[in-house]
């Protein structure tokens, strides 16, 4: 009898054990991502809006994609403020490397273009105190035509991390869409293995959006830091607008999946090229602050108007973006051409609102803060952190006119008054 009991207690335990394996088994193989990185938005800059995949450095020396351009602009992130303001990454996107893979089966990088290599300008990067980010492609090519990591991902995390990069997009052309959702789960692992944090960058929603593939926002969210869902991003107004527009249409799904560690990327901030002006400028600044949204600049920081380096350098803006809560505002009120944004900050009653004006008019908006949802009974002070005016004390119930400029945004930083 006592034998039989202990031969039963003996089975659960192999029972048991065996389930303990089972669970350490799925728990490695559906690990997350593990890098405590990009607790706030990643903020940086980024080749591709500005300079495509120019490859012409016979013709076009100070314009293709060359590690030259790569140093010229980490210079210009440390020396002209923008580095201090928060900006870190240096981002390469498409176009750098080598059409053939090495004798190894590695990537390498265009010998004209990078004749040192990688890791010597990762090690420049690095040197001025920045970080650095490369592109690859989940694909059998990139975009652009360049070898994509399909079959090679393990050993291209492996290259990336022994050059010292500190972040990694990972784009889907030339590739079988609905794999992804076990594809990148797969690199994440990968990456986690080398040790190195690097900052993840997906595509992997993008692409699913496009051919009509239901999006796991958990698993996306568990596994990259950053990821787009929409169009790239041209250097036109319309091209901004519609980002916003689709996120305005999709905030019930995007933003509960938006927190430290894991943001939507609505793609790079273009200010400083030719597509905006000041207002555009201030607002597509103004609607990033809104979506917790990357920083990653795409222009030429050699020659940027003072302008457009001062909208991009707004302290007060950038503070709004990386506040540490790292929660989406989303739209709550719209009033003709003028849609009223807000997102929730780190302290109670702590608010950011946007008025976001698509008229070519100036127009002029009457509201209560109380139709916002604020419900401070001491009221509010309010300041406007895109030309820096204060505007005092409000009762959430006292009618305020907002005059919104034609084809850009007020942004209002609002806290309780106690
Ligand atoms: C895709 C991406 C862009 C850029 C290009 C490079 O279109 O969405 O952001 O990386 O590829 O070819």
């Known amino acids: 009898m006592w034998l039989d009991i202990f031969s039963i207690a003996s089975a659960i335990d192999k029972v048991n054990m065996l389930a303990v394996a089972l669970l350490m088994l799925c728990a490695v193989s559906t690990q997350a991502l593990d890098n405590g990185l990009g607790r706030t938005p990643p903020m940086g800059w980024m080749t591709w809006e500005r300079f495509r995949c120019n490859t012409d450095c016979k013709n076009d020396p100070y314009n293709c994609v060359s590690e030259k351009l790569v140093m010229q602009m980490a210079d ?16 390469i996107d498409d176009c750098w490397s080598n059409k053939q893979r090495d004798a190894q089966g590695r ?51 492996q290259t990336f991390a022994s050059w010292g990069v500190d972040s990694l997009k990972l784009d889907g052309c030339y590739s079988n869409v609905s794999t992804m959702k076990t594809g990148y ?53 319309d091209s901004v607008t519609g980002i916003i527009k689709y996120y ?20 790079m901030l273009i200010i400083g090229n030719k597509g905006l002006n000041v207002n555009q400028s201030n607002a597509q600044m103004a609607m990033w602050a809104i979506f917790a949204a990357p920083l990653l600049m795409s222009n030429d920081l050699r020659n940027i108007q003072p302008v457009y ?21 989303k739209k709550m009120l719209e009033f003709g051409s003028v849609e009223v944004w807000l997102r929730p900050l780190q302290y109670y009653e702590e608010w950011a609102i946007v008025f976001l004006n698509q008229d070519t008019k100036i127009q002029t908006v009457t509201l209560k803060l109380s139709q916002l949802g604020f419900s401070y009974m001491m009221g509010y002070e ?37």
């Open 76 to 91: 210009r992130m440390v020396e002209d403020g923008y580095k201090d303001a928060g900006y870190q990454y240096i981002n």
């Open 248 to 267: 305005g249409d999709n905030q019930k799904t995007l933003v509960p999946v938006a927190g430290p560690g894991h943001f939507n990327d609505p793609d």
């Open 107 to 157: 990537l390498q990088s265009d010998p004209v273009r990078f004749p040192s290599g990688i890791k010597a300008l990762a090690d420049y990067v690095h040197s001025r105190g920045l970080k650095f980010g490369i592109y690859g492609d989940y694909g059998t090519k990139t975009c652009g035509g360049y070898p994509g990591s399909l079959n090679h991902l393990e050993l291209d995390a």
């Open 382 to 418: 309010l300041r406007e952190i895109l030309t820096h005016k204060e505007v005092g004390h409000v009762d959430r119930h006292q009618e305020l006119n907002f005059t919104v400029p034609a084809l850009g945004a007020l942004m209002y930083y609002a806290y309780d008054s106690s």
């Open 309 to 329: 380096r001062d909208i991009l350098l707004n302290k007060e803006v950038i503070r709004i973006n990386q506040d540490p809560a790292g929660k989406m505002g």
């Open 185 to 237: 789960p797969e690199m994440t692992k990968y990456l986690n293995a080398t040790g190195r944090p690097i900052l993840f960058s997906c595509s992997w929603p993008d692409y699913e959006r496009a051919f009509h593939i239901p999006i796991n926002y958990t698993s996306v969210a568990d596994n990259c830091n950053i990821w787009r869902n929409y169009n790239d991003i041209q250097d036109s107004w």
